[in-house]
């Protein structure tokens, strides 16, 4: 199965940045790397997904390293409604199944 | 995007009974998901539910335990047979069309007693 390593816990202040790390070192070269986020008492939400470049949208950046064993999700400004369990996921590219960890639960202090 | 329902929302329910869990979405979707989420954990795939054919199930998980429909692709019904209080969960029912990202629903939660 895809495997993924991801720091159980992280805490950021409200409106700094954060980057939440994951490595994923037996990635294929076709697998993609997707981020999702779980807010309490909710289903899983998507974040961003990328192959090889790094990628930008409306809630957050992704930087996959060059060699694509590991990748950062950025959130540019957290603020309290981010406060979520963060997975990274690689998603094979032969299937579109996403195999969670355990993820990160990421707090925010006001 | 895609809307996601599931009923029931949650439920409370005897050992040895049975529960099906509906999902339905708001526009066709080519794939289907289930999903267990156990308490403090992760989630786990339970299972692919197929159109007009038998679910694909991963493993650890048995037809005869997790029987799945899909009549149309909008939607999917998940039973819980004979169940035991380590049946206690979150499912969760996702789609996804070809190229785009999954969507998940907000989760049936049981409480078996």
């Known amino acids: 199965d895809a495997k993924t390593t991801q720091p159980n816990s992280m805490e950021s202040n409200e409106e700094e940045p954060v980057h939440l790390p994951c490595n994923h070192s037996?990635?294929?070269?076709?697998?993609?790397i997707h981020w999702y986020r779980q807010l309490p008492s909710q289903g899983p939400e998507y974040v961003i997904h990328?192959?090889?470049s790094n990628v930008n949208n409306r809630m957050a950046s992704l930087a996959i390293a060059e060699d694509r064993k590991s990748s950062t999700l950025i959130l540019h400004r957290a603020t309290l409604r981010d406060a979520a369990v963060y997975y990274c996921i690689h998603q094979p590219g032969s299937n579109y199944k996403l195999t969670f960890g355990k993820g990160t639960l990421l707090t925010v202090n006001p | 995007s895609a809307v996601i329902s599931q009923k029931p929302s949650r439920d409370i329910c005897q050992r040895g009974t049975s529960l099906t869990i509906q999902c339905q979405v708001d526009?066709?979707?080519?794939?289907m998901f289930w999903y267990r989420q156990q308490p403090g954990q992760s989630l786990t795939l339970i299972a692919t539910a197929n159109q007009g054919s038998e679910a694909t199930y991963e493993s650890g998980f048995v037809i005869d335990k997790f029987p799945i429909s899909r009549p149309n692709l909008t939607f999917s019904t998940l039973t819980v047979s004979n169940m035991s209080p380590e049946d206690s969960s979150i499912y969760l029912c996702s789609v996804r069309r070809i190229q785009e990202t999954q969507y998940f629903g907000p989760g049936t939660r049981l409480l078996v007693l």
């Open positions: 990328g192959l090889t």
């Open positions: 526009s066709q979707v080519t794939m």
């Open positions: 037996t990635i294929s070269g076709t697998d993609y």
